[in-house]
């Protein structure tokens, strides 16, 4: 099946500063990389998806990257707020269930 | 339709126990899913459902869980006969299947369970 392995685990960051989180997957057939933010005592929300055919999405201070040649994706978060604090899960799948990343404990420093 | 729903929230049991969890997903989803998580981990896959067949388990689904939809709406997921080490967050989740491909779910807010 699919592995998904998600750096760094933890990432604290000063207020204004960008934030980057990277992930690479096994599967090269795999064609859909969605991003999750987790809130304490939440189920993971949704807050960007990229799909293969598409090299970079942005979304507000949002943006993924995918590199399919190396299998590896990226969220970049620019100019963090306190509000950004939350763990943060990458996931690949192709038509089926998605494979998760263990998550990024994101702490903004105000 | 306010998103996906799980009850209860929280649920304590003792060991050897029974539970059963409900997920009642957004109403033109017609795919559902249960996966588990644990503390410092992302969610992990049990089963999912097209409608109200289940098309997929994962091999952490062990004899002792069962899962149903029986109508194509909402889910239930039992343990049967509880063990510590099922004490985890029990997540449901929702999407539209066009055919075109996986779209991103909706999770709800998850079932804690703690076996004591």
């Known amino acids: 099946g699919e592995n998904v392995e998600q750096h760094p685990s933890t990432l604290s960051v000063q207020e204004g500063d960008s934030a980057v989180i990277k992930c690479t997957y096994s599967d090269s057939a795999s064609n859909y990389f969605p991003w999750y933010k987790q809130e304490l005592g939440k189920g993971p929300q949704l807050i960007i998806d990229?799909?293969?055919?598409?090299g970079e999405k942005k979304d507000q201070r949002i943006a993924v990257t995918l590199n399919k040649t190396a299998k590896h994706f990226s969220l970049h978060i620019t100019e963090t707020q306190p509000e950004d604090s939350a763990v943060y899960f990458c996931?690949?799948?192709?038509?089926?269930?998605?494979?998760f990343g263990a998550g990024t404990t994101v702490t903004v420093r105000a | 339709d306010t998103g996906v729903s799980q009850d209860p929230r929280h649920k304590i049991t003792k060991r050897g126990q029974n539970v059963t969890f409900r997920c009642d997903p957004i109403?033109?989803?017609?795919?559902l899913y249960w996966y588990r998580q644990t503390l410092g981990q992302g969610p992990e896959f049990l089963t999912y459902f097209q409608n109200e067949a289940q098309l997929e388990k994962s091999r952490l689904l062990s004899d002792r869980f069962s899962a149903e939809r029986p109508k194509g709406s909402f889910s239930t997921l039992e343990i049967q006969r509880t063990e510590q080490g099922d004490s985890a967050m029990y997540l449901c989740?929702?999407?539209?299947?066009?055919?075109?491909?996986?779209?991103?779910?909706?999770f709800g807010s998850g079932t804690r369970l703690t076996v004591v």
């Open positions: 996931a690949a799948s192709r038509r089926r269930n998605p494979s």
């Open positions: 990229i799909r293969s055919n598409v």
């Open positions: 109403s033109e989803h017609n795919r």
């Open positions: 989740a929702s999407s539209q299947d066009p055919g075109q491909g996986i779209y991103g779910y909706t």
